[in-house]
């Protein structure tokens, strides 16, 4: 796959102005016959390279997917994460927060969710729901219980902003690496997908009033994303803006980033001592005796 996953990145300071941003691009693939061929060559790569993280454990990779309602985050989970073992992996959707929730601070819930090392974690949402959609939406910042001192003068969105960096950086430092995928779809192709959802009966679960209402919402939301995009990608854990109209292109990419990431770690199975060899050696002669 021939395509270059740094244009598509976010760099540190870097101002973001989504109208600017496609949502749709020229295809990686030239069929859907490629485009399968392709996922599958990802998927296994991802297969191996997932073996040798878990078998390595020095790391743990945190993979973060935002998106407006219908952009496909479910569908690149799904597809890009099939062939990786369970046993490594978990996926952790951040619904409304429980009272339990609401009495810590806003990083507290996800932080308890965060991937062990030779670990994938992934997040179908995360905390920066805490600047998007509390953003858009202040009653559910009024509702959090936080001093109103504290949240008065308008700084509240720059100090969460560095919150989320500091720990971003805090998690690097201790070896896990973040990628975070922002799934950039036009205000037209969530209307077709929406009228999909209705028409198909065996999509109508996915649609709810809700996401109507939000759609309501659409210029405030991407300027919630344009800030936080904007102060909250950085080398150490970037943002990649992924055009989502396609949603087989979207996937193709996204796996591309994720097999990239992983690669670059360097990542290797466990050394075997002499002394451990000389024991698997004496423990083999054994076996070996055994059928005799």
């Given at each position: 796959?021939h395509?270059?996953?740094?244009?598509?990145w976010?760099r540190?300071?870097?101002y973001?102005n989504l109208d600017?941003l496609p949502?749709?691009?020229?295809?990686?693939y030239?069929?859907?016959?490629?485009?399968?061929?392709?996922l599958?060559?990802?998927?296994?790569?991802l297969?191996?390279?997932q073996?040798?993280h878990?078998a390595?454990?020095?790391?743990?990779?945190?993979?973060?997917?935002?998106?407006?309602?219908?952009a496909g985050?479910?569908?690149v989970?799904?597809?890009?994460?099939?062939?990786?073992?369970?046993?490594?992996?978990?996926?952790f959707s951040?619904?409304?927060?429980?009272a339990?929730e609401?009495?810590?601070?806003?990083l507290?819930?996800?932080?308890c969710?965060?991937?062990e090392?030779?670990?994938i974690g992934?997040?179908n949402r995360?905390?920066?729901?805490?600047v998007?959609?509390?953003?858009?939406?202040p009653?559910?910042?009024?509702?959090?219980?936080?001093?109103?001192?504290?949240?008065?003068?308008g700084?509240?969105?720059?100090e969460?902003?560095q919150?989320?960096v500091?720990?971003?950086?805090h998690l690097?430092?201790?070896?896990t690496?973040i990628?975070?995928?922002?799934?950039h779809l036009?205000?037209e192709?969530q209307?077709k997908?929406?009228?999909?959802?209705?028409d198909?009966?065996?999509?109508?679960?996915?649609f709810?009033?809700a996401?109507i209402?939000?759609?309501?919402?659409?210029?405030?939301y991407m300027q919630?994303?344009?800030?936080?995009l904007?102060?909250?990608s950085?080398?150490d854990?970037?943002?990649y803006v992924?055009?989502?109209?396609d949603?087989?292109?979207?996937?193709?990419i996204?796996?591309?980033i994720?097999?990239?990431t992983?690669?670059d770690?360097?990542?290797s199975?466990p050394?075997?001592s002499?002394?451990?060899l000389k024991?698997l050696?004496?423990i083999r002669?054994r076996?070996?005796?055994e059928?005799?």
């Amino acid at each position: 796959m021939h395509f270059d996953h740094d244009s598509l990145w976010i760099r540190e300071g870097e101002y973001v102005n989504l109208d600017k941003l496609p949502t749709l691009i020229d295809p990686v693939y030239r069929s859907k016959k490629e485009y399968k061929e392709m996922l599958a060559d990802h998927v296994a790569q991802l297969s191996k390279l997932q073996q040798v993280h878990y078998a390595d454990n020095r790391y743990a990779l945190l993979l973060i997917f935002q998106a407006m309602d219908a952009a496909g985050k479910d569908g690149v989970i799904k597809h890009v994460m099939s062939g990786v073992n369970p046993q490594g992996c978990q996926v952790f959707s951040f619904k409304h927060p429980t009272a339990k929730e609401l009495n810590h601070d806003f990083l507290w819930r996800s932080n308890c969710c965060l991937p062990e090392q030779g670990h994938i974690g992934i997040f179908n949402r995360s905390y920066y729901e805490e600047v998007l959609i509390v953003r858009v939406h202040p009653e559910i910042l009024a509702a959090q219980g936080i001093p109103d001192k504290l949240i008065q003068g308008g700084k509240v969105w720059g100090e969460r902003y560095q919150s989320i960096v500091d720990m971003e950086r805090h998690l690097f430092r201790n070896g896990t690496r973040i990628v975070k995928f922002f799934l950039h779809l036009s205000k037209e192709e969530q209307r077709k997908r929406f009228l999909d959802r209705i028409d198909s009966q065996s999509k109508n679960w996915k649609f709810s009033v809700a996401d109507i209402e939000e759609r309501k919402y659409w210029k405030q939301y991407m300027q919630a994303y344009e800030a936080c995009l904007s102060a909250t990608s950085t080398k150490d854990a970037p943002w990649y803006v992924v055009p989502a109209d396609d949603k087989q292109n979207a996937r193709l990419i996204v796996s591309h980033i994720i097999v990239n990431t992983l690669t670059d770690l360097g990542l290797s199975y466990p050394e075997t001592s002499a002394q451990r060899l000389k024991e698997l050696k004496n423990i083999r002669k054994r076996l070996i005796e055994e059928s005799a």
